[in-house]
């Protein structure tokens, strides 16, 4: 298959790689606005060329939008407005807001919404990656309006990249991945700050450091560009997480505040529980 990918950053960049490397892509093509990702992407041959976005469309079999929420948000309409036998796929961190905005459209089942959960903490096509996907879980939504062959194309595109498929709505989907990625993200800003903060002597900071402590705050690298539109069309799901997050803080502080320790050892104790899910 001829595939445009707009947005060639870490997502759209990982993407070019596999998708190459297993055949399932014949040419990849590039559009992004920033030159200097087109010029990273070609040095790193990412892909084979870069068109303007109406000259894409036009050349390719499949579209890969794999931008900023708000860019996907608006420019999914449009895109759609200009395929006539292409399907189109997006890669966005929510749901709700992209699925709205094509609800109605008449070329509905031509899309397909779907979200890798796989990234690192770093952005650009110099942070593209081969093998990001493997072995990692996408989730493919509202699927009951994509059509057949459309939707058949995709489960085939993620099967190449040794990905396992979830099915949700839009909604739950949303939900979800406030609590196993939003949230996660927003935690690691705060702790970097607050370190900032206190601690302004930064050569301290990094003697101090160990691996516990950069893992911590390794997500607080990720782009502010990337993720200010993810918070702000996942913002009700993420505030009812934060402020449970923010409860259970709360709770710890009062436990060292009044010497419960052992309250607090059964607390993280039962936090240990999460090996069962993560192992």
């Known amino acids: 298959m001829v595939i445009s990918i707009i947005g060639i950053g870490l997502i759209g960049g990982s993407l070019a790689i596999s998708l190459k490397e297993n055949g399932f892509a014949t040419k990849i093509i590039g559009v992004d606005k920033n030159k200097d990702h087109i010029d990273k992407a070609y040095r790193r041959r990412l892909i084979d060329d870069d068109l303007s976005l109406s000259e894409a469309i036009d050349q390719s079999d499949l579209i890969i939008l794999s931008v900023p929420m708000d860019s996907i948000v608006s420019l999914l309409p449009s895109i759609l407005d200009q395929v006539e036998h292409q399907i189109v796929m997006e890669v966005g961190s929510t749901k709700a807001s992209v ?3 094509v609800r109605t459209h008449p070329k ?11 990234g690192t903490e770093f952005s650009g096509p110099e942070a593209a990656v081969p093998n990001l996907f493997d072995n990692n879980c996408v989730v493919l939504c509202d699927t009951e309006h994509s059509g057949k062959a459309t939707l058949e194309v995709i489960q085939k595109l993620y ?3 040794n990905m396992q498929m979830v099915y949700l709505n839009a909604k739950d989907h949303d939900i979800h991945t406030a609590y196993v990625s939003h949230i996660s993200h927003i935690s690691s800003f705060a ?5 900032l903060e206190k601690e302004r002597d930064e050569k301290r900071i990094f003697e101090l450091a160990s691996g516990g402590f950069s893992s ?6 990720s782009s502010a560009d990337m993720w200010i539109p993810i ?3 996942n913002r009700e799901n993420i505030l009812d997480v934060l402020e449970e997050h923010i409860n259970t803080l709360s709770k710890l502080k009062n436990l060292l505040t009044e010497n419960d320790f052992e ?3 059964k607390l993280i104790k039962k936090s240990n529980q999460i090996e069962r899910i993560l192992k």
Request: net charge positive; hydrophobic share 50%; charged share 15%.
């Open 108 to 118: 509905r089942s031509q899309f397909v919404a779907s979200h890798p959960m796989a």
């Open 231 to 233: 918070f702000r069309q």
């Open 216 to 221: 911590t705050v390794r997500l607080a690298k």
């Open 159 to 161: 099967t190449s990249l």
């Open 99 to 101: 699925i709205e905005a």
């Open 263 to 265: 309250t607090f050892h």
């Open 191 to 195: 702790l970097a700050l607050t370190v």
